[in-house]
């Protein structure tokens, strides 16, 4: 990076984190510093959730995926506007009647404590790896950059983190969030726009995106059925309806965004804004990545993206054939395209032009896998994918100085803004339904918001230290929607049966639970299956079991009057 | 089988006793920590509902209310800015998102 960079990402930085923190004064109750005071405008939750879902993981990894495989990672978020709808009309008025502070908070009040506990345990192991995997995404930048190890970085991001978290609670992450979205849309816009720059001057912006389609990588909406499939019109609609609901619904990290709010229709709209915005601003985003691609069509991808793993393998026997090879295939799909793009523009016939350059293509796949072979049997990680490096070698590779310290900054800014909002309602749950739930009930509201603050810290270094498990899960986007589905099916279930299930009480809840939990591993290790789907057999798991268990044991957990549930 | 009789408790919830005085049978996986009878809450309970005299059906704006699974549809409302009422906004939402498949759809099918 060059002195400009550093300037721009600095005083951004800076102006981000202070901007935060003025706007957080007076957070000096447990809660003003969890909720805000519930004093929160709709935009500033709205913007605040899209902030926080559209993290640096956003830049980083799903730019990346498109450009390997597509921009059908869109259809995941297919399921989000009905979830929103859904949630807007029963968890929002109802967690905002019963004045929680979280989700679980209110499973204790429908069910008993054991079913509190038990989800908010579900929440911090699901979460707190999740949060690690935030922190990890930016570390892979300054590995990038600066070529300092993963782990410093990592440690020193976290460090960060949790400063600012600390100091200042749920109102300066939302705040800050705000301010962020904005840079990250200038962000954006000034990525796809270096992009189109730096093209061939024969190459227009119509011949990029044919270009792009004929490689397959406008793929955005694929209505095949497979179960196998990740990314389908199917699994989005339905599979992704169930993770988002889950999301929304049951995490106390977005949960607690609209608890903020400052009314009912506040928090609504907060959460509709979000529906309406997230898919566009996704396709624009993974339009990015196919955009990169082309891009690289014509200026010469390195056979691996991540520098380190490249010079690792250059020391092998077998790198000299491969490189030529792979240049080779480069320039061959470089010439097809060229000449697909002439065609397309004189409205010539293409279809054998078409076909040498998807096999031109597949040349340069073949090329990048035998260089990810390599890199496992040089001592790699296994399944070594760079993925996650793409996006960030053009930005610091090609974007002019001063708009690369502006993109770093966003990244970093976002990725600052999601682990603080994980880690405060990691501390959230920490505190309020374990600490002052079963530890101290009875201590002061100051001694709790210095519990808040030790709980943000705590989880801060746990999350460091998770950190370092998300280079082995590949595509990171990925990863933190499969973690996210290893426990977000049983949560739902619970809440499922919370809202709709008048006869079903804590304890059969509770079996319905354990049993959905090792329905989701059992499929996760064994059953080969998309991981979107793993919301839906863990509802549905949790939900049959316990109507099972209620069936056969009606007894051991009556109903009380008005709802309540009897522990 | 062992009966049940409902007690309301001082923090407003209910508890389980045996009807003979005993204790309830569970299987000790099952057994959690009793209900914290000091907990406080975030929302202090109503003197009708503190003295433990239940009413029979509680009121939704009682700020100690906690609603039942089926209340949220129950509770009252605010209307949203524009469209008149929350299902138009849900229903317009809805239109948008089959719109945007729709359109996604096409897109995908032009550059293929």
Not at chain 1, 17 to 39: F, K
Not at chain 2, 34 to 48: M, V, Y
Not at chain 2, 74 to 82: A, H, N, R
């Amino acid at each position: 990076m060059r002195t400009l960079d550093w300037i721009v990402l600095v005083s951004s930085l800076i102006s981000i984190i202070l901007y935060g923190l003025y706007r957080s004064r007076g957070s000096s109750t447990v809660e003003r510093y969890l909720l805000a005071g519930r004093t929160m405008p709709w935009y500033a939750m709205g913007l605040s959730i899209m902030a926080t879902q559209a993290s640096a993981i956003t830049f980083i990894s799903t730019t990346g995926q498109s450009y390997t495989d597509g921009m059908r990672f869109v259809q995941a978020y297919f399921g989000l506007p009905i979830a929103m709808v859904v949630v807007c009309a029963t968890v929002v008025p109802a967690f905002r009647h019963a004045r929680v502070y979280t989700a679980y908070e209110y499973l204790e009040r429908r069910f008993d404590s054991k079913t509190r506990a038990l989800a908010s345990l579900i929440f911090l192991a699901q979460r707190g790896i999740s949060a690690g995997l935030t922190i990890y995404a930016p570390a892979i930048v300054l590995s990038v950059l600066l070529g300092w190890p993963e782990r410093l970085t990592t440690t020193l991001m976290g460090a960060t983190v949790i400063a600012y978290t600390v100091l200042g609670g749920i109102k300066a992450v939302t705040w800050s969030d705000v301010q962020q979205m904005g840079v990250i849309l200038l962000g954006l816009i000034v990525a796809l726009v270096t992009a189109f720059v730096l093209m061939p001057h024969s190459v227009s912006i119509g011949d990029a995106v044919y270009l792009a389609g004929a490689a397959g990588r406008l793929n955005a909406v694929t209505t095949n059925f497979d179960w196998n499939d990740r990314f389908n019109l199917w699994s989005g609609l339905i599979g992704s309806t169930f993770l988002f609901l889950s999301y929304f619904g049951c995490d106390q990290s977005q949960v607690q965004r609209y608890l903020t709010g400052k009314s009912v229709s506040e928090s609504r709209l907060g959460l509709l804004f979000n529906a309406v915005a997230k898919i566009p601003m996704q396709f624009f985003v993974l339009f990015i990545g196919a955009m990169v691609f082309v891009f690289y069509l014509f200026s010469g991808p390195p056979l691996v993206f991540q520098r380190a793993e490249l010079a690792r393998i250059q020391t092998s026997p077998d790198y000299p054939a491969l490189e030529e090879s792979y240049q080779r295939a480069v320039e061959r799909r470089r010439q097809a395209a060229l000449d697909l793009a002439r065609a397309h523009r004189e409205s010539a016939a293409n279809a054998a032009l078409v076909t040498e350059y998807r096999a031109a293509e597949r040349e340069v796949d073949a090329a990048r896998a035998k260089a990810a072979a390599l890199v496992e049997r040089m001592g790699g990680e296994k399944g070594f994918s760079d993925t996650n490096y793409i996006f960030l070698s053009f930005v610091i590779r090609y974007l002019p100085a001063g708009l690369v310290g502006l993109v770093i900054a966003v990244v970093f800014a976002a990725t600052m803004s999601a682990s603080s909002g994980e880690i405060n309602s990691l501390a959230t749950v920490t505190v309020v339904d374990l600490y002052r739930r079963h530890i101290r009930p009875n201590a002061s509201d100051h001694h709790h918001l210095l519990a808040a603050r030790w709980a943000t810290l705590f989880w801060g270094v746990y999350a460091v230290a998770f950190a370092g498990w998300g280079k082995r899960l590949g595509s990171l986007i990925v990863a933190v929607n499969v973690v996210g589905s290893l426990f977000y099916g049983s949560l739902l279930g619970c809440f499922v049966i919370a809202f709709a299930l008048k006869k079903v009480r804590g304890t059969a809840t509770f079996i319905g639970m354990i049993a959905g939990e090792a329905a989701i591993f059992w499929t996760f290790f064994h059953g080969g299956i998309s991981y979107l789907w793993f919301n839906v057999i863990g509802c549905a798991v949790v939900v049959g079991t316990a109507l099972l268990v209620t069936a056969i044991w009606p007894e051991g957990t009556k109903q009380g009057a008005q709802g309540r549930a009897v522990s | 089988m062992q009966t049940f009789r409902q007690k309301f408790v001082r923090n407003g919830r209910y508890d389980v006793q045996a009807q003979d005085g005993g204790t309830v049978a569970r299987p000790w996986w099952l057994r959690v920590p009793p209900i914290n009878l000091d907990l406080p809450r975030t929302q202090r309970l109503c003197p009708p509902h503190a003295s433990g005299v239940l009413p029979e059906s509680l009121d939704t704006v009682c700020p100690c209310y906690t609603p039942s699974m089926a209340a949220p549809r129950t509770l009252p409302d605010d209307p949203p800015p524009f469209l008149g009422s929350w299902r138009r906004v849900y229903g317009a939402v809805l239109l948008y998102l089959a719109a945007l498949i729709g359109v996604l759809y096409l897109f995908t099918q032009a550059y293929r």
